[in-house]
């Protein structure tokens, strides 16, 4: 893959280079710019319009597009956040909503944190690193291109263990490990990459798969799912909202027990998306 | 403390925020930095944006309307150019200022918008030396 492609290790290195350089107080233009610019990248503003089609039904492809420059423009915000604090320590300001479910989580460790493309992965799991002794493992989707990945591999926050859902079986061994000991696994429930166990469901009225890992390491590990979202909210400044844990029952009816717990999961999903839908940075469609 | 500028700094002791936490909200964890103030931020970037569009648009040859829009692109790529080529917040600021004498001392469409923007940096030092002599 050329450096240069949307995904190419270039833009992982400019961005760091200009995250140190750009003074803060200019970097809302600098960002407007550009947001326009990569809303060039095409599969990611068509598939971002797609979606804003099912959140937003009736809406119309001009609305849509306008939204699509919103989405960009909250991610640019998100990845220079990200980069910013993983580069100088810039942290942002967090507000909490459900606080008492993410403190059981930190407090209780050994349980499933189910989240989506949302806010900022390494700034929350700095978040949780700071208020909790316990283990963070991530799980997320490796990089396209092995470039971007060695950088990102250098480069990532060292409060957390990530994983690559790559090799299903292996890791769902080690997930399982990590819960047993009392670490909290982290992933993003809604996205199903290709070679991993998925389940049907439906969001936004639109029928999709979403995967079944994290209710399957549930059910295995007795361990409650905790649905939290990381909302950037403003300028520095993000909102953790925290869901009342969900538990999957251990049961010989496995299908009936994933899709209740499906259900419920991708009900606070819509709840969370059809309120803050220029935070969902889901470049695949539906 | 969570100003840069020394005029923010005074306006932010002068007028405590007493912003309350808002509603469906259990905690905020606010952080300590100097840049950390979006009204601040916000109103510096869209002044520097606004002044160098002006500056822009006066060197053009057209009406000012379209000098104006075509300004807003050329904005947009003058004010990183300085940023990637090594400069930082001191530079960008330095060369505000020194297109602002330029333009204060020639009249024309900018004339006015360079001595409001020099009446700024006036302001902003004077409120720097009310900061150090107040301890802010």
């Known amino acids: 893959m050329s450096r240069f492609h949307v995904r190419g290790v270039f833009w992982r290195q400019f961005l760091r280079y200009a995250a140190v350089r750009v003074p803060p107080w200019i970097e809302p233009a600098v960002i407007a710019t550009w947001s326009a610019i990569f809303l060039l990248w095409g599969p990611g503003r068509r598939g971002v319009m797609r979606n804003l089609k099912a959140i937003k039904p009736g809406s119309t492809a001009i609305a849509n597009f306008f939204r699509c420059y919103r989405v960009f423009w909250n991610y640019a915000w998100t990845l220079g956040d990200n980069v910013r604090f993983k580069a100088i320590g810039t942290v942002p300001d967090w507000e909490f909503s459900g606080y008492q479910y993410f403190e059981t989580m930190q407090t209780a460790g050994s349980a499933i944190l189910l989240t989506a493309h949302m806010g900022s992965y390494d700034l929350g799991a700095h978040l949780f690193a700071e208020r909790s002794g316990q283990r963070i493992v991530m799980v997320r989707a490796p990089e396209v291109d092995p470039q971007t990945a060695a950088y990102e591999e250098k480069h990532r926050a060292q409060q957390v263990q990530i994983e690559f859902n790559v090799k299903s079986a292996d890791l769902a061994i080690d997930l399982l490990h990590a819960i047993r000991d009392g670490g909290i696994v982290a992933v993003q429930g809604d996205r199903v990459t290709p070679g991993i166990a998925d389940l049907p469901a439906t969001l936004f009225g639109v029928p999709t798969r979403l995967p079944a890992g994290p209710f399957a390491l549930a059910m295995a590990s007795h361990a409650p799912i905790h649905p939290i979202f990381l909302v950037r909210v403003g300028r520095r400044r993000y909102r953790v909202v925290a869901f009342p844990p969900i538990v999957v029952p251990v049961s010989r009816d496995r299908d009936a027990a994933f899709a209740a717990a499906l259900q419920t999961w991708t009900g606070h999903l819509e709840d969370v998306i059809r309120r803050w839908w220029f935070q969902w940075f889901m470049f695949h469609p539906l | ?136």
Request: proline share 5%.
């Open chain 2, 1 to 136: 403390m969570r100003n840069r500028f020394a005029l923010a700094k005074l306006a932010a002791r002068l007028w405590p925020n007493k912003a309350s936490t808002p509603p469906g909200i259990d905690r905020v964890f606010l952080a300590s930095n100097r840049d950390q103030s979006a009204i601040e931020t916000y109103t510096v970037c869209i002044w520097y944006c606004a002044t160098v569009a002006v500056y822009i648009a006066a060197l053009l040859p057209w009406q000012l309307p379209i000098a104006l829009l075509a300004a807003i692109p050329l904005t947009a790529i003058a004010i990183e150019i300085p940023i990637y080529a090594g400069g930082g917040s001191f530079v960008l600021m330095l060369l505000l200022f020194l297109a602002s004498v330029w333009f204060a001392m020639h009249a024309g469409t900018a004339f006015y918008v360079a001595w409001f923007t020099l009446m700024v940096f006036g302001t902003n030092a004077i409120a720097s030396v009310v900061n150090r002599l107040c301890g802010i």
